[in-house]
């Protein structure tokens, strides 16, 4: 007599928050490598364990769901420790930059309203009124003890995370980003990257950011395994790759043309397969450098903004058939190319770029009046979108590329151009390692930056080859490097400032 079939096993859920991401990864990958840093490794079984550690000690304290943290932890295990239990406790992480200044400080706590500031072990603790500082030891010591309370059930619309921009114009702005829209980018994105359960992410892109944020989420939804290198960058970057046995590397230019010259130095192959880039342009030039300097790797462009994580991902290499682009919508949201008056134009059309669906975020914080000029109407009805501000235009297929902020596009000399039209033909330049343009001045004078050891007339000659007489800028400004942001970026302000003329 035969007995009944065994029942099939059940197909794991998909996440609904970013608890439930990390309690799969420890389901499913629970003795796979999760996070490593200068000092160590924890498997993702043990990650799960730290975070409810760390839950529990935000409990003892009279955390209360809703309430924030903001972190002021250098990248490592304790701070995916944080990330995770700060999460788990039902309240919402605010990630700022390690070392910041009591000036940064000051916006960031009167603005998020924190109750504990975490910082590390060996660090003073930061003026704090209003919150309390707590050491990282302190939330991640469990001494045997057994949870205080029941665990928290996360609502998906619940606030995770407090975002703050760059901050490059003006005071920044807190993005709100709830679980849903924060799992639901995560999941779109992993479906075009394809990481691997053998992948090791090399993650040198500042934590406050949310490229280098959102890697704990891919990696998780991979099992793949994420490290924080320690430390500055330095020469010896292509050999710390190696010897981790890195196979995933996101980056932003900066990094990808120092490594570029790095590798001229250390030439030996790495186990890099996969390189990802967005938060400014990676073209031309610049990538063919990195391309060079990790033979065999693909590279996948990106675009996309806080306020909706990310808006389009490129097929691997899609940039080497069809220069320029920044790939399609993620799987699941809609993009549109609008006029001055919101009406989707068609393919080939230039205007401002909108995106839509469930990957927008929840406004700013304290800021209606922003709010509402960024997170505007769906163009087709359905929905609130993100109102990018910048520029470009479609493909029939449904490419997307990216031209510049809408006050990046000018004239000059009665030539419709860009500030992106002018990088990239500067990065073309022989001996140009970055570059930076700006519309015209007041006076009309348009101005480029190179960092390079070329002399200003040298640039500004090999830009009228390129571009011709009448679209090249009228001045060049030569440094040794261009200032940068926290993130990576090119600090345009600082750049604009009368003591870099020279």
């Known amino acids: 007599m035969t007995g009944p079939a065994p029942a099939a096993a059940a197909a794991p859920t998909e996440p609904a928050d970013l608890v439930d991401l990390l309690d799969r990864a420890a389901e499913l990958h629970g003795s796979r490598p999760a996070v490593r840093d200068a000092t160590g490794s924890w498997t993702w079984s043990r990650l799960s364990a730290a975070s409810r550690t760390v839950a529990d000690r935000l409990a003892e304290r009279g955390v209360e ?155 998780a939804l991979a099992g793949a395994e994420l490290v924080l290198p320690p430390g500055e960058l330095s020469a010896d970057e292509p050999a710390r790759l190696r010897e981790a046995g890195a196979s995933v590397l996101p980056l932003v230019p900066a990094y990808g043309a120092v490594l570029a010259r790095l590798a001229q130095r250390d030439p030996r192959p790495t186990r890099v397969r996969l390189l990802t880039n967005t938060g400014a342009a990676l073209v031309g030039a610049d990538a063919a450098r990195v391309r060079a300097a990790f033979p065999g790797s693909s590279l996948v462009c990106m675009y996309g903004m806080t306020e909706c994580k990310r808006i389009t991902v490129a097929d691997p290499d899609e940039d080497l058939t069809h220069p320029g682009t920044v790939g399609r919508a993620l799987p699941g949201t809609r993009l549109f190319v609008v006029d001055d008056r919101g009406r989707p134009q068609p393919p080939g059309t230039v205007g401002q770029i909108v995106s839509a669906g469930p990957h927008v975020m929840a406004g700013y914080r304290n800021a209606p009046e922003e709010t509402a000029r960024r997170f505007g109407p769906s163009p087709d009805g359905d929905g609130t979108a993100v109102h990018t501000g910048d520029t470009g235009r479609m493909d029939p297929d449904g490419r997307l590329w990216f031209l510049g902020r809408s006050d990046d596009i000018f004239k000059h000399r009665g030539w419709r151009m860009s500030t992106l039209e002018l990088e990239t033909a500067l990065l073309d330049v022989p001996g140009v390692r970055s570059a930076a343009a700006a519309p015209p001045d007041a006076a009309g004078v348009l101005t480029v930056w190179a960092a390079t050891d070329l002399a200003a007339g040298e640039v500004l000659r090999a830009l009228v080859e390129r571009l011709g007489a009448a679209r090249a800028p009228d001045r060049c400004v030569v440094l040794a490097e261009l200032p940068r942001t926290a993130h990576g970026k090119v600090d345009r302000e600082a750049l604009r400032s009368p003591g870099r003329a020279r």
Do not use: M
């Not at 500082?133 to 407090?162: F, I, K, N």
């Open 65 to 219: 769901p809703g309430a924030r943290v903001l972190s002021l932890l250098r990248p490592g295990r304790e701070f995916a420790a944080l990330l995770f239990g700060v999460l788990r406790a039902g309240c919402s992480l605010v990630p700022a930059r390690p070392g910041s200044s009591d000036f940064e400080l000051s916006h960031l706590l009167s603005d998020a309203r924190p109750v504990l500031v975490a910082v590390d072990d060996d660090v003073p603790a930061p003026p704090a009124a209003g919150s309390t500082a707590v050491r990282s030891s302190a939330l991640l010591c469990d001494g045997g003890r057994p949870p205080t309370r029941a665990p928290r059930r996360v609502r998906g619309e619940a606030e995770a995370l407090l975002l703050y921009t760059s901050g490059s114009t003006g005071r920044p702005k807190g993005i709100v980003c709830p679980h849903r829209a924060v799992v639901f980018a995560a999941r779109a994105i992993a479906e075009r990257l394809g990481y691997q359960p053998h992948d090791v992410v090399w993650n040198r892109l500042p934590l406050s950011f949310d490229y280098g944020l959102h890697q704990f989420f891919l990696c």
